[in-house]
């Protein structure tokens, strides 16, 4: 992680030169680079910040912040509610990430604190999200920032659709082999785990013993680097998402329609997974423990949670059904949010409008 902020403020220098050579109208700038700030300001052009994640995990930290309702429970694994909320929300102060039990210190909770710092100083922010996902909590999210949230999600979709459009005037791309395992499988039965970042010959060290066997044997494929997620996501075999709970892979399974089993780590990912919850697209394996770095060795969750959970959401159960159908009816809802007319489409297109008028003092197309 240290090595990432190093790269980050080397790049500094040249790209604001770039910046100042290119004579910018608005600067578009990921939430990590907080001295782009700066830099609009001595250009008197605006800044827009992005931030790659949704607007529940600001509102559900500013809560825990302002009302310290984990102060008030005398165990790590005694649940509490969050106050100020739209919706019931309870957590555990175990499943809490550092930055609320402590006051961390280091390069990351510096870029967090200037983060925080540049927001007012910002024309705009915009979330990789989708209104009609948490309306509720956009009204809480421009009471606590005094902004308006710009919600132009799911990005990923846009680059999607274009690929799709662009299909037939480029050569067909090699379909990856494991599509073809897929291909076997009956309709919504196939349960899709995130793949860790692992090279293939160590795949063994997090491996049970006997388990590649068990699994090669009808039962399931394992694959050694990279593999088309989205194009998993969307094969009819697949029938739910075991995911760690990152924004990104969130929604690309919503998009998809795909019910998720929920397996959080550490950082946001608690909370994305209390929007999962809020949003009745998943189950729960039951971790109790956020961790503070990627290095996680202690056993959190039993089999037999897991079992019962994987249990609940493939089997034909009134929850699993349940579960299943509002996956698709959230699947229809994002993609109505993205073409015209939809709250993704307007926040794009007004956002626009809006930058022309503040820069060229105009509204005509």
């Known amino acids: 992680m240290s090595l990432l902020f190093m790269g980050i403020a080397l790049l500094q220098k040249p790209m604001e030169d770039l910046i ?17 700030v700066d830099i609009a300001e001595q ?11 949704n607007l529940m995990f600001h509102c559900v930290e500013h809560c825990l912040n302002v009302y310290t309702p984990h102060d008030k429970v005398s165990l790590d694994s005694e649940s509490f509610l969050i106050p100020g909320l ?21 390069p990351y909770w510096e870029m967090m604190k200037r983060t925080k710092e540049s927001e007012p100083r910002s024309y705009a922010m915009i979330h990789d999200t989708i209104y009609d996902l948490e309306s509720t909590y956009a009204e809480l999210y421009q009471k606590i920032k005094g902004k308006k949230a710009w919600l132009i999600g799911p990005l990923f979709y846009f680059s999607k659709r274009e690929e799709s459009s662009n299909s037939k005037n480029t050569a067909v791309q090699e379909r990856h082999s494991c599509l073809s395992w897929f291909d ?14 692992t090279q293939e010959n160590e795949q063994e060290n997090w491996m049970p013993a006997s388990f590649k066997g068990k699994i090669l044997t009808n039962k399931g494929l394992i694959v050694g680097g990279w593999v088309p ?10 029938g739910s998402f075991m995911t760690h709970c990152g924004w990104n892979s969130i929604l690309e399974s919503l998009t998809a329609g795909v019910p998720m089993l929920t397996w959080p780590l550490f950082a946001k990912q608690f909370y994305n997974e209390k929007l999962v919850e809020v949003l009745g697209c998943g189950v729960g394996v039951g971790v109790e423990v956020c961790h503070s770095t990627f290095d996680i060795t202690d056993t959190i969750v039993k089999n037999e949670n897991i079992e019962a959970s994987v249990k609940i ?20 809802m994002i993609k109505r949010s993205m073409e015209k007319g939809g ?22 197309e």
């Open 20 to 36: 100042v050579e290119l004579s910018p109208h608005c600067i578009f700038s990921d939430v990590c680079l907080t001295w782009t």
């Open 43 to 53: 250009l008197k052009v605006p800044r827009l910040t992005f931030y790659p994640h």
């Open 86 to 106: 739209p919706d019931k929300i309870e957590m555990k102060r175990s499943q809490l990430s550092e930055n609320i039990n402590t006051n961390p210190e280091g």
């Open 184 to 197: 076997s499988q009956e309709p919504n039965f196939v349960v899709v785990r995130k793949g860790d970042k």
């Open 229 to 238: 997620q989205l194009k998993i996501l969307n094969h009819p075999a697949t």
């Open 313 to 332: 959401l493939m089997n034909a159960s009134r929850k699993s059904e349940k579960t299943k159908s509002r996956a698709k009816d959230v699947e229809v």
């Open 343 to 364: 709250s993704s489409y307007n926040h794009l297109t007004t956002l626009i409008k809006e930058l022309k008028c503040h820069v060229f003092g105009t509204l005509e």
